[in-house]
């Protein structure tokens, strides 16, 4: 069986830097004495410090509660496997304090994650039986058992531990492109591993919506998942991801979403004419559209995975492909993507071993490899990838 592509964490690491160093040159924040930018700046952020024992948590993290939400829009997908949700559970056997988790007060007595899914959701599984200890280190004989199978002074010392919260409340909390945007201030900065919310996973956290979650289910089909070689979907993913899944740079990281998020947004922007970095583009196309139609959720939806389709069965289930790296090239894809859905009479089928030769030409010369794959992540860039996919494909 051949050998799944797979993008490394590396790439999509560039992948990801490349996007946040851009520059717009028309998006600079408006020109301020210092004074008065500094007071216009200021986050209105009103703070409390709490401990939460362990009893509380099960009691208010249960399903239906509706007083934590540990899973808002804008927060990173799960990616803790049982062993290491296993050794925070021993961390409170052996009362070791835990860092403290980051709650945003939405509204009277109603919170949402902002830093501390991870742990919070470890601690409401295993309270819940939902899983069984591994791994421990200094509690080996408990490797094999849930909550409820553990000896009863066990269970409440366990329910008397605690940890620690910080609590915020954000008295402004508009989104402004020309201002200093509070809620992106805290879904960015306040992150106590000290990991930055990537671009994607921040449009994740100020769009929520229709088509942000369109985004994550089109990212999970089984079409896209085969391309990209990131592994299928599974019921119980949301809960209980799956080492491979956890260790999937494009999965991990949003970036599959973003990858869907391409098409829509970068056509979008060769159709009206729009200027500027591609991160921008991508932001607004998500503020635009992040309340989509039904019927629109539906076409686009139908759209994209036709066009996928098509091109998979194209190219022989290796769309997106180079040769020299068996792996999928985005700029490839965008290109490929964009200029079928601009020309979708086209019949690829019929066509197909000239389409295919015209491509391997293409990526044979380094002029046209350079316009296909080499060149920069810009607009102008962008361009002229669709024109010359747009001729391979009409080979």
Not at 249 to 269: K, N
Not at 274 to 287: C, E, P, V
Not at 334 to 359: F, G, V, W
Request: charged share 30%; aromatic share 8%.
């Amino acid at each position: 069986m051949a050998r799944k592509p797979t993008i490394e964490a590396s790439e999509v690491d560039e992948w990801i830097a490349d996007e946040e160093s851009e520059r717009d040159a028309s998006h600079t924040m408006l020109s301020l004495d210092p004074a008065e930018k500094y007071a216009r700046s200021q986050l209105r952020v009103i703070r409390e410090t709490k401990d939460y024992q362990l009893d509380y948590l099960k009691h208010v993290l249960e399903p239906g509660k509706g007083i934590i939400n540990t899973a808002p829009g804008y927060q990173r997908r799960l990616r803790w496997n049982r062993a290491k949700k296993s050794l925070l559970v021993e961390s409170f056997l052996l009362n070791i304090p835990v860092p403290p988790v980051f709650l945003f007060e939405t509204d009277y007595n109603q919170y949402e994650v902002i830093d501390g899914r991870q742990r919070l959701e470890a601690i409401r599984s295993f309270l819940a039986n939902g899983f069984a200890l591994v791994g421990l280190e200094y509690w080996p004989e408990l490797d094999g058992k849930r909550f409820n199978e553990l000896p009863t002074v066990l269970q409440k010392g366990l329910l008397r531990r605690s940890v620690p919260a910080v609590v915020l409340l954000a008295e402004t909390s508009a989104i402004s492109f020309d201002d200093l945007d509070v809620r992106r201030a805290l879904f960015d900065r306040l992150n106590t591993g000290g990991i930055k919310l990537n671009p994607q996973e921040l449009r994740n956290a100020l769009y929520p919506g229709k088509l942000n979650k369109l985004l994550v289910k089109l990212a999970r089909s089984s079409l896209f998942t085969a391309t990209w070689g990131i592994p299928p979907y599974t019921r119980d993913e949301e809960e209980e991801p799956s080492d491979a899944l956890i260790k999937n740079a494009l999965f991990s990281s949003l970036t599959d979403a973003e990858l869907v998020l391409r098409f829509f947004a970068l056509r979008d922007a060769i159709q009206t004419g729009k200027k500027g970095a591609l991160k921008r583009i991508l932001d607004r196309y998500m503020a635009a559209n992040k309340d989509l139609k039904d019927k629109d959720e539906a076409a686009i939806e139908h759209e994209f995975l036709t066009l996928l389709e098509r091109l998979y069965q194209l190219f022989d289930a290796k769309p997106f492909q180079l040769p020299s790296t068996a792996r999928p090239s985005r700029p490839l894809y965008d290109a490929l993507m964009i200029a079928l859905s601009q020309n979708p009479e086209l019949d690829l089928i019929r066509r197909k071993t000239p389409i295919n030769h015209a491509l391997e030409k293409s990526l044979q010369s380094p002029e046209e490899y350079d316009v296909l794959v080499g060149r920069g992540n810009t607009i102008e860039a962008l361009h002229q990838r669709v024109q010359l996919a747009t001729s391979i494909l009409k080979s």
